[in-house]
């Protein structure tokens, strides 16, 4: 179904006004507020990765703070059981039968914090509804109410009393992102900003739980040509074939960049994904999905350049219009 042009220009004001609304909090980082939206509204999750104090859940709260939606928000530690996250069936007295009592898991936006402070056995709990959108428990199947997202956050230099996540888990991440520290006139403006008190406190929600749901369906209808079709392939290929890498993108990871790549189009105000929408989404949508050979750390070489090299060596269709 075709978009029409009114549909775009909704779109991207109400992007911009959800983004203009974190930055008020997250500030100077721009980019990596864009990012997070586009995962939202791409029907992804996002693992924000980076060293303590620059701001990783305060993000993922900002987020969930400006869209009139439930929230939940798991602290993830060493004892923390499956059943803390997915819920669990008690005995009612009353109609002398089990009922199952819903856990954090059933919200609209989800942050687990320092996700890799939990078991394994903890952490695999949220592997079917991150994937498909609904939790078993007790042989019982339950949905999710769209939208549903999963914010994870972890640090990646503290390694005692954590589990790395593995990686069928980090497959199901769309983008990993990192925040880094903020410029120094930015540091300085926070400084004055958060001086008396925090400015997350003063966020409302700026768009419905329903406004997310329309965004992310308008996303979907952007048209993607065969031609690109055939370059997200081409990448994948060539990730799954780089002499330097062990473990290359899964085809999870290639609809995952297209659905990405269809967002970040929708927010330029174009209905169709060119080369550039794909190049844009590489690296977050692919940086958490490859494995470097033990040969290639020992150069110095990097997930990153690896994909700038791929990004520079992969032939660029020349049709970037809607044609297919």
Sequence with gaps: MAIAQEELQWFGERFGTITDNIERVIQGKR???????????????????????????LLAKSLARSI???????????????????????????????????????????????INRASPKTQAALLESMEERQVTVDGVTHDLAPPFMVLATQNPIEHEGTYPLPEAQLDRFMMRITIGYPTRDKEFEMLHTHSDHSTYDDLTPVVHADDIE???????RVHVADVVKSYLIDIADTTRNDPDLLLGASPRATLYLQRAAR????????????????????????????????????????IEKVLENIAQSVPVPGATGGES
Excluded: W, Y
């Design 31 to 57: 980019e990596t507020v864009e990012l997070v939206t586009t995962c939202l509204l791409s029907g992804g999750h996002a693992l924000i990765e980076d060293v303590p104090g620059v701001g990783k859940t």
């Design 214 to 220: 329309r965004m992310s369906d308008v996303a979907r």
């Design 263 to 302: 967002t970040r189009a929708a927010v330029d105000g174009r209905d169709f994904v060119s080369p550039d929408d794909v190049k844009a989404m590489l690296v977050p949508v692919l940086n958490h999905r490859l494995i470097l050979r033990p040969e290639a750390q020992m150069r110095g070489v990097s």
């Design 68 to 114: 009139d939606c439930t929230f939940q928000r798991i602290q993830f530690t060493p004892d923390l059981l499956p059943s803390d996250i997915t819920g669990v069936s008690v005995f009612s007295r009353e109609t002398s039968a089990f009922v199952f009592r819903p856990g954090p898991v059933f919200a609209n936006v989800v942050l687990g914090d320092e």
